[in-house]
């Protein structure tokens, strides 16, 4: 491990570990901005002795020192594990440690740019993320260039590729958006929106935010000459819905029509006093030799973007389950700053944009984007219901990778509440109601997870209960353990799928949602399935009913106390026996009665439900 971690090397040798620092910033402890300056320099100037080439770096804080103020009389290149004053005060148990015998190697290793730090010990060269990857293979799209009229939803459904890839729309005929035109500058946002609205500003270099800033200050920023800017800055986050601005902007039809937000999400609670995920409507603005390092967007969320003016180059990694697991292994870690993600994945696809193209990405793909020239963008985030899957799966690497909730999805599992309650609504308000095949597989997941919430309220911790409590919208979602297990229920059947037992069964090899090809319908099919459900045997109609009432009895909880079963008891053979283990059962009942005439008089069938769930303390 040691070797594979240089971060204390001798700073006129290699550095390889990132300079992203995952405990407190020291950025206090300098108090000059003199890049030949360290943080323990002294405070009186004056001593012309200091060796101010020969650095090193604490691998806890990140920050790097010259070895002559700083370290001790040792030779700097024998250090291993190297720590500040301040990182040894604050955790007794961290210790300088020394490098083992070295082994020569002829292999070629990267170089850091120590004339780029600034007096923290971060780099801040914009450039070195272009460098990074000079060399490397990257290949040309073959995304679709898609007329605005061609997508639609009847695309979606019909194409079984569609939303798997990003496409441009070259021109925004027929495409059902609204944006401003290629003569709105960054003025024009700032009278619409307002000079003294805080805008969030991104040091490229550092690819950090900087404090301070109003939208008015930046429109100064921009203005300027690129020579004469002191930085390379970027705005990627200025949301501008409920202002004049917003009345420009009109998302693509396709986007309005599946966002979970403009569907799912009460009209009545959006709007000014009421908190909602308001991410649908962002301003970008970056300007020459602007880099946003590689990311996913929040929750896996779709994106679409708009070139008003400018250019914009996208590199763009498929969200495959390998390249997911490469790109949280480097999310966050200490290689970041170093290592060109590109290199840990399959392949890296380019993508240029300029002005009056729009792109859809889709949900959970990896990019990086970099602005060879001033650029206005207009653009939006939208969870949709074709493959929540990834969208989980990405809200996953985040929660894994500690990314701050401020940088999270607002108000995801609120949302994802209120998109199941409305499709259960749909589900019992017609047995016939069907949904596309990748809709209905994918809701699935969905069901899944708000079961897992409601185990957390179930079997959790109070400090647990109470975040899940808080993510229910009570004015939708009364007994959100029925809606989540009736939803979960009655999805699964909708997919042809046995729903007996908590893990779900798998659903028919020949079912509708299995396979890759759809057979079209024949009217009698379609007439079948409708009245009777689906069909398992060919040229066998089951007797229709006449009524069925089906019935979710809210779930009851008692405390027991029995034996415990051990492992090497048959489950089989378990039954509930009087013992001392302490432990509660939770009973949830489904019931469905189904009722019909027959020549004789009436049959009704009654079943029952009955699951247990035991837990033992």
């Known amino acids: ?101 070295a082994r020569k190697s002829d292999r070629k290793r990267p170089q850091r740019d120590y004339a780029g730090l600034n007096s923290s010990g971060v780099e801040t060269d914009p450039e070195r993320f272009i460098r990074m990857m000079e060399g490397k293979p990257i290949k040309a799209d073959k995304f679709k260039r898609m007329k605005g009229a061609d997508v639609s939803i009847e695309w979606l459904n019909e194409d079984e590729t569609a939303m798997t890839e990003p496409i441009v729309v070259e021109t925004p005929d027929g495409f059902g958006m609204k944006m401003p035109g290629s003569e709105f500058t960054v003025e024009d946002v700032v009278e619409d929106v307002g000079d003294a609205v805080p805008v969030d500003v991104i040091d490229v270099g550092t690819q950090s935010p900087c404090s301070g800033w109003s939208l008015g200050k930046w429109a100064d920023y921009w203005a300027l000459e690129p020579s004469a800017r002191d930085k390379v800055r970027n705005v990627i986050s200025l949301e501008v819905s409920g202002t004049p601005l917003a009345d420009r902007i009109l998302p693509p039809r396709l986007v309005r029509e599946i966002d979970w937000v403009e569907n799912f999400w009460p009209s009545t609670r959006k709007g000014k006093g009421h908190p909602y995920p308001k991410v649908q409507l962002y301003c970008l603005m970056g300007v020459a030799s602007a880099w946003t390092d590689w990311h996913i967007d ?108 401020k940088f999270r999805f607002p108000l995801f599992t609120k949302l994802c509440w209120y998109v199941a309650d409305k499709y259960l609504r749909d589900l019992k308000a017609s047995s016939g109601t069907i949904f596309p095949p990748r809709v209905a597989a994918s809701l699935v997941k969905l069901a899944d ?103 979710t009895i809210p779930s009851e909880s008692r405390e027991v106390k029995c034996q415990r079963p051990s492992n090497d008891v048959e489950m089989s053979a378990w039954t509930e026996v009087e013992g001392d283990d302490t432990g509660s059962v939770v009973t949830t009942r489904h019931t469905m009665t189904k009722v019909r005439r027959t020549s004789d008089g009436v049959e009704r069938e009654h079943i029952e439900r009955v699951l247990e769930e035991w837990r033992f303390t």
């Open 1 to 101: 491990m040691a070797a594979s971690r240089r971060s204390t090397r001798n700073k006129k040798a290699e550095g390889t570990a990132s300079p992203g620092a995952e405990e407190p910033t020291k950025e206090e402890k300098s108090q000059t901005n003199d890049s030949s300056n360290c943080p323990a320099c002294p405070k009186e100037p004056g001593d012309t002795e200091i060796d101010r080439d020969n650095w090193i770096r604490c691998d806890a804080c990140k920050v790097w020192y010259h070895w002559a103020c700083a370290g001790s009389r040792e030779d700097s290149s024998t250090i291993d594990k190297w720590f500040c004053s301040d990182c040894l005060k604050a955790d007794p148990k961290r210790a300088i440690t020394l490098k083992g015998p």
């Open 298 to 405: 929040f929750a896996g969320s779709s994106v679409y973007y708009h070139i008003v003016s400018g250019k914009k180059v996208f590199y763009f990694i498929r969200p495959t389950p390998a390249n997911l697991t490469a790109y949280e292994r480097w999310s966050g870690s200490e290689i970041q700053g170093q290592v060109w993600l590109g290199d840990m994945v399959d392949e890296v696809i380019m993508v240029t944009l300029t002005e009056g193209n729009t792109m859809i990405i889709p949900t959970g793909w990896i990019h990086a984007v970099h602005t060879p020239e001033d650029t206005l963008v207009f653009g939006g985030n939208f969870l949709h219901s074709y493959n929540i899957g990834t969208q989980l799966k990405v809200r996953d690497i985040e929660i894994a990778t500690s990314v701050p909730r």
């Open 449 to 551: 997870l708000l079961v897992s919430e409601v185990r957390k309220l179930e079997w959790g911790d109070d400090a647990a209960k109470k975040t899940v409590k808080e993510q229910i919208p009570h004015d939708r979602v009364k007994d959100a353990a029925a809606v989540a297990r009736e939803f979960r229920w009655r999805i699964r059947l909708a997919n042809g799928v046995a729903s007996d037992d908590e893990d779900g069964g798998k659903a028919p090899a020949n079912g509708r949602n299995r396979s890759n090809k759809r057979k079209r319908q024949t009217s009698e099919e379609t007439s079948t399935a409708e009245e009777y459900g689906p069909v398992r045997f060919r040229n066998f109609k089951p007797r229709r009913w006449d009524n069925i009432e089906q019935k």
